[in-house]
């Protein structure tokens, strides 16, 4: 699973998110805060967050503030709160500012929780790109490209993950190519960029900060890549997003994907 953001202070809260993921390849980060949680979307892979309402200001009026706040400025994060449900000023301030993803506490436990991170799961960037290229890519293709988007925070090399889906890379690399997909390191490569059409657009976020946590060198290497594969500036990324990844993705690896089915 992709990188999680866990804000809470609550130990048990934290491990019943961590027991609810045993069976899934997961890599969770504890914050305390919604302002520790914006300095991690910022500057680290993050794809879900998973807030505690504990962890918001006593004031339903301040606690919806910052969860719109932070809906704002990182509308591509897939956002879900954890809520007492004796809470109810601030469960109908939530439910009235949009947010829709929204676990009791009292309904917490194991089964409830893994649905409720399902739920978010499928909301971000590798749902939208594996949903993308589902018409014309197999299941076993479609869990790597899955498995690529989830790891990035990983920065695996393409041995590396090739290992972590069972097989070697030449091995990888050519059950990718009998289905018209780039190499294991290609695909690696591509995979950062999917995640940059995802985030680029959100107002919180800027080239330079997207280049840091996707983990190019510099800026200019971060550029590089974007000119070359996807043919445009991070600038102009931030107006037209992921679409615009995946049709030079596309367009590259010659898929007959339907326009009308590319992503959402």
């Not at 999680?4 to 069976?23: G, H, I, K, N």
């Not at 290992?163 to 070697?168: I, Q, R, T």
């Not at 890379?169 to 294991?184: D, I, N, V, Y």
Request: charged fraction near 25%; hydrophobic fraction near 45%; include cysteine.
């Amino acid at each position: 699973m992709a990188l999680t953001a866990v804000v809470s202070r609550d130990s048990a809260l934290r491990e019943q998110v961590r027991r609810a993921l045993d069976r899934e390849t997961v890599d969770l980060l504890f914050t305390p805060t919604v302002s520790s949680a914006k300095r991690l979307i910022r500057e680290r892979p993050v794809s879900v967050v998973v807030l505690d309402s504990a962890a918001l200001a006593r004031r339903p009026d301040r606690a919806v503030a910052s969860v719109e706040g932070l809906r704002r400025r990182f509308p591509s994060v897939p956002l879900g709160v954890v809520a007492c449900g004796r809470e109810a000023h601030l469960l109908r301030g939530l439910g009235s500012s949009g947010l829709r993803h929204l676990l009791l506490q009292e309904e917490v436990g194991p089964r409830a929780t893994r649905r409720f991170l399902m739920t978010l799961r499928s909301e971000d960037a590798a749902s939208r790109v594996v949903s993308a290229l589902s018409p014309v890519l197999g299941r076993g293709e479609l869990e790597v490209v899955r498995h690529a988007m989830d790891r990035v925070h990983a920065q695996l090399d393409a041995d590396a993950f090739a290992a972590e889906m069972g097989c070697s890379r030449p091995h990888l690399s050519r059950r990718l190519a009998q289905r018209g997909l780039p190499s294991t390191g290609e695909l690696l490569r591509w995979a950062l960029l999917f995640h940059a059409g995802h985030w680029l657009p959100d107002p919180g976020r800027s080239g330079e900060s997207v280049g840091r946590q996707l983990e190019y060198a510099n800026g200019s290497t971060f550029r590089r890549a974007l000119r070359t594969l996807v043919g445009v500036t991070p600038t102009e990324l931030a107006e037209v997003g992921l679409p615009r990844v995946l049709d030079a993705f596309v367009e590259r690896t010659g898929l007959e994907l339907p326009q009308i089915l590319r992503v959402a």
